[in-house]
């Protein structure tokens, strides 16, 4: 049971080639992607439901330093850049026609990069070698989203389940109002930590040490090489390449918003009579423990336990019983957020029944 569960995240590179597959079948095979993430995978999760199980913990230790998990994230940081640059071959093979078709390679693109690659590069940058911490760079460098790494790490997990958080969405609030405070205050934040964190070093904000205007820099890099790359490929500038790489982009994060939105959404800590807020605990998160969506995802759906103990790695993570528990996987939870009046009538429900649980 256990080796069947470490290969079962091996299942998030099946995404990838459901895209390569849909290129070559062409027609409304381009769509693969997309129906396995939102069809296929809540309805494993519908007939295979819950995984409550936790790591024995006499064996957490040495789970957790199994070099296997991390050579999984090692794996897909290559393969997602591998992966857009065969993107970029197939643009100037002309394998992609009309509107529909570039709607899917870029809707499925997304999917990857966003919600494989944002994932992974969540798990390594928590982590304290600066190997993983580069890669994880390196996975937000490809989506444009590379602030970020500081945003995240420095700012929602400090302030997350408060007003002072961007990424923690308030009780009726929807998604797409979300969506704009997340992305943009959440940027806007991302330079202010930036620049607190050069000031206690004594050095200036136009310091080379700004990793902010790196992280401008970086992706228009990065696009320039695909740029370029589809040049030598062609012999001609397609302006293609830039509108897929920055489209996916916005695929990817705003994957990655929606995430954000369903994992907090209307809780917040209590403030204490000192003025600060109660520490961040299992309650302060929407945990779900289903197996399948959990194997693509890297049990991000344990999240509760993520922002407990954010140093842990994705194996070891832990069930809670008394965390609030989301109804169903992300994938399902994603498409009931894009219909705010769907989402408000099941999570505003369940949000008014945890809150009285925990109160009693």
């Given amino acids: 049971m256990a080796l069947l ?9 099946i995404l990838p080639a459901l895209v390569v597959a849909g290129v070559y079948l062409n027609g409304y095979w381009q769509m693969s992607t997309i129906v396995f993430v939102f069809i296929f995978i809540p309805f494993a999760d519908y007939l295979i439901g819950l995984d409550t199980s936790n790591v024995k913990k006499e064996v957490i230790a040495l789970e957790t330093e199994r070099y296997f998990y991390r050579l999984v994230t090692y794996v897909w940081m290559y393969l997602q850049l591998a992966f857009l640059f065969w993107c970029v071959w197939v643009i100037t ?5 009309g509107a529909f078709e570039w709607f899917c390679f870029i809707l499925s693109t997304g999917l990857v990069t966003g919600g494989i690659g944002i994932t992974v590069a969540h798990e390594l940058g928590h982590k304290k070698p600066k190997i993983e911490r580069f890669y994880s760079q390196v996975l937000l460098m490809t989506v444009c989203y590379m602030h970020f790494y500081i945003e ?16 923690t969405a308030q009780k009726n609030e929807t998604f797409y109002r979300f969506w704009f405070k997340s992305v943009f205050v959440g940027y806007k934040h991302a330079w202010h930590l930036e620049n607190v964190r050069l000031i206690q070093k004594n050095k200036s904000f136009f310091s080379i040490d700004n990793k902010m205007i790196h992280y401008q820099v970086l992706p228009a890099l990065f696009c320039l090489a695909l ?16 509108l897929f790489f920055f489209s996916q982009s916005i695929v990817a994060f705003t994957l990655l918003e929606l995430v954000n939105y369903l994992e907090h959404y209307g809780i917040q800590r209590k403030k204490l009579p000192s003025g600060r807020y109660e ?4 309650l302060h998160s929407w945990n779900a ?8 995802l890297f049990q991000l759906q344990r999240h509760s336990d993520h922002h407990a103990y954010a140093h842990k790695r994705y194996q070891v993570l832990e069930h809670y019983d008394e965390s609030p528990q989301l109804p169903y996987g992300y994938p399902t939870m994603i498409l009931i957020a894009l219909v705010p009046p769907l989402w408000f009538n099941l999570m505003n429900k369940k949000l008014d029944e945890w809150q009285m649980q925990s109160i009693t």
């Avoid at 093979?93 to 026609?97: L, M």
């Avoid at 520490?279 to 299992?282: K, Y």
């Avoid at 423990?289 to 693509?296: K, P, R």
């Fill in 289 to 296: 423990s289903h197996l399948i969506s959990n194997f693509f």
């Fill in 152 to 167: 995240h790490n420095r700012g929602h997990h400090v302030y997350v389940a408060t007003p002072e958080d961007p990424a």
């Fill in 227 to 242: 740029l370029v790359f589809g040049y030598l490929l062609s012999g001609e500038i397609l302006l293609s390449i830039p």
């Fill in 279 to 282: 520490q961040v605990n299992p």
């Fill in 93 to 97: 093979q002309e394998e992609i026609h």
């Fill in 5 to 13: 569960k470490r290969l079962g995240f091996f299942t998030a590179f």
